[in-house]
T-cell receptor, first 117, second 114 residues
Framework: AQKVTQAQTEISVVEKEDVTLDCVYE???????LFWYKQPPSGELVFLIR??????QNEISGRYSWNFQKSTSSFNFTITASQVVDSAVYFC??????????????FGGGTRVLVKP | AAGVIQSPRHLIKEKRETATLKCYPI?????VYWYQQGPGQDPQFLIS???????DKGSIPDRFSAQQFSDYHSELNMSSLELGDSALYFC?????????????FGPGTRLLVL
């Protein structure tokens, strides 16, 4: 069984501060995929980034960056120079390709980020 | 770019009534997923379909059924509705063999059972 844990339930920052969201996952499978999704107050789920278990290279995409470490089963996500529009709930999710297609996402509990002006 | 379309966006039903939620995946996507998100909770996987066949099944109540049609759209049928079914229902779609099978979500259908 898979499990995703986001220990931070809520983070409050002032605009332009950096925000790092923690994510720890559990799986016995050697092949898996990790994702971050954003859920703004309007309610939709927006795909942000993805990583597979064979690629530990950390990257930066605009104001987003991520730190994937298999040794600690962590997939942390950072927003640099936060903006008010970044206020949302952020979900870390895990998928294991058990079936050929249609594999479910297992979500963490989410971290609510509040960016104050 | 075209996104996942869900209808209706909002739905109010009475207990014991039935409801049908519809999902139209991103063009060319062949895999559809349904998730349920209760207030303040993370999304929970219900069921998925690939090429009109059920692919994976999660904690979907027996009162719910779903299917994927030849045009790849999907419908989630919910019967004997209970107060606890009040939630945000998401549909997501992906393309088989796309790298890491990324799921793109629709805006959700907010169901309120009174």
């Amino acid at each position: 069984a898979q499990k995703v844990t986001q220990a931070q339930t809520e983070i409050s920052v002032v605009e332009k501060e950096d925000v790092t969201l923690d994510c720890v996952y559990e799986t016995r499978d050697t092949t898996y995929y990790l994702f971050w999704y954003k859920q703004p107050p309007s309610g939709e789920l927006v795909f942000l980034i993805r990583r597979n278990s064979f690629d530990e290279q950390n990257e930066i995409s605009g104001r987003y960056s991520w730190n994937f470490q298999k040794s600690t089963s962590s997939f942390n996500f950072t927003i640099t120079a936060s903006q008010v529009v970044d206020s949302a709930v952020y979900f870390c999710a895990l998928s294991v390709p058990i079936k050929a297609a249609g594999n479910k996402l297992t979500f963490g509990g989410g971290t609510r980020v509040l960016v104050k002006p | 770019a075209a996104g996942v379309i869900q209808s209706p966006r909002h739905l109010i039903k009475e207990k014991r009534e039935t409801a049908t939620l519809k999902c139209y995946p991103i063009p060319r996507h062949d895999t559809v997923y349904w998730y349920q998100q209760g207030p303040g909770q993370d999304p929970q996987f219900l069921i998925s379909f690939y090429e009109k066949m059920q692919s994976d099944k999660g904690s979907i109540p027996d009162r719910f059924s779903a299917q994927q049609f030849s045009d790849y759209h999907s419908e989630l049928n919910m019967s004997s509705l209970e107060l606890g079914d009040s939630a945000l229902y998401f549909c997501a779609s992906s393309l088989y063999r796309e790298i890491q099978e990324t799921q793109y979500f629709g805006p959700g259908t907010r169901l309120l059972v009174l």
